[in-house]
């Protein structure tokens, strides 16, 4: 069982969004998924609930109540987790002791970045990630390449000890699909296949971890 959890201690920087589109790739992979929704709003436990009827569905489960892992599937192959919006390292303990790599989503702002800096601080103080058994990758989100605010702050996320792992462009085909229960992966039309060459240096990164 392989475990990702996509945290930042920020709301609305497209947490759900990659949790959403990863369990849904891992699962037209062929793989038995579960997307863990730690955040009282239950936005990834509503879109999974959707996909139900999908022939690649996700099972959701409730990963604000203490016992979440007693409610995965022992042959569950992967495990996405959808940490709460706010959440430290120290609240996110439980998870980061079982989790097999991080994903911290991060938007092209000064304020984004800046909130992101003690967050990531305080994943540095967990064991598994001081000793280097955990990996954290950042994820540029909602990027406008062609603007000079969005090539600045990938820069600067370069710079930083942790590796930047994707820049995923903005698109307004996340909030559509994501109604649906449905992922960018679903689809196979031209546009949509440039925009899931963004995630490839991400599921690469994935799979190494």
């Not at 239950?42 to 409730?62: C, F, Q």
């Not at 706010?86 to 439980?94: M, R």
């Not at 440039?194 to 994935?206: M, T, V, Y």
């Amino acid at each position: 069982m392989k475990t990702v959890l996509v945290a930042s201690s920020k709301g609305g920087v497209g947490k759900t969004t990659l949790s959403t589109n990863l369990a849904a790739r891992f699962a037209l992979d062929g793989k038995r998924t579960v997307l863990v929704d730690a955040d009282r709003q239950g936005s990834s436990r509503h879109w999974a609930e959707k996909r139900a009827t999908l022939e690649h569905a996700v099972l959701p489960v409730d990963g604000t109540r203490k016992d979440w892992d007693r409610r995965v599937p022992k042959d569950a192959q992967h495990v996405v987790v959808d940490a709460a919006a706010g959440a430290h390292g120290q609240e996110l303990a439980h998870f980061l002791d079982v989790a097999d790599a991080v994903v911290v989503p991060v938007l092209p702002s000064v304020i984004d970045i800046e909130a992101t800096v003690p967050f990531l601080d305080t994943l540095a103080k967990h064991p598994r990630v001081r000793k280097g058994q955990l990996p954290v990758g950042l994820v540029g989100n909602r990027l406008r390449p062609w603007t000079n605010a969005s090539q600045s702050s990938m820069d600067l996320l370069r710079q930083w000890p942790y590796p930047l792992v994707a820049e995923l462009r903005d698109t307004q085909a996340y909030v559509l699909m994501a109604g649906l229960g449905r992922s960018l992966f679903d689809y196979q039309s031209q546009q949509v296949r440039e925009h899931q060459a963004d995630w490839a240096p991400l599921l690469k990164w994935l799979k190494r971890a």
